[in-house]
């Protein structure tokens, strides 16, 4: 089992930044694909951004590109979302996503609100 745990959330004034991180635990998780997925009041969850096992490949979803960075260090086992030039359409919960082999698991989430 992989256990994820997401932290860095908070309240932010638009305009500003935040860092989310995500720690893995359980597995080491340098061989998975890492996803971050946020949920806002109301809406689906969609994806924000994806990075590859090795961390050569990026995928950003279209409303967030440009603004968002996402990062891994596999020898802390943990993901980083950079989060930039915030909006207050992106207030939502963030969640955190591993996955390999058709195996997927999620973190609990953390909040991000952005108050305009």
């Known amino acids: 089992q992989v256990q994820l745990r997401e932290s860095g959330g908070g309240l932010v004034q638009a305009g500003g930044s935040v860092r989310l991180s995500c720690a893995a635990s359980?597995?080491?998780?340098?061989?998975?694909?890492m996803s971050w997925y946020r949920q806002a009041p109301g809406k689906e969850r969609e994806i924000v951004a994806t990075?590859?096992?090795?961390?050569?490949?990026?995928y950003y979803g279209d409303s967030v590109k440009g603004r968002f960075s996402i990062s891994r260090d596999n020898a802390k086992n943990t993901v980083y979302l950079q989060v930039n030039s915030l909006k207050p359409e992106d207030t939502a919960i963030y969640y955190c996503?591993?996955?390999?082999?058709?195996?997927?698991?999620w973190g609990q989430g953390t909040q991000v609100t952005v108050s305009s």
């Open positions: 996503n591993a996955a390999v082999a058709g195996q997927v698991w």
């Open positions: 359980g597995r080491t998780v340098s061989t998975y694909d």
């Open positions: 990075i590859t096992r090795s961390g050569g490949g990026t």
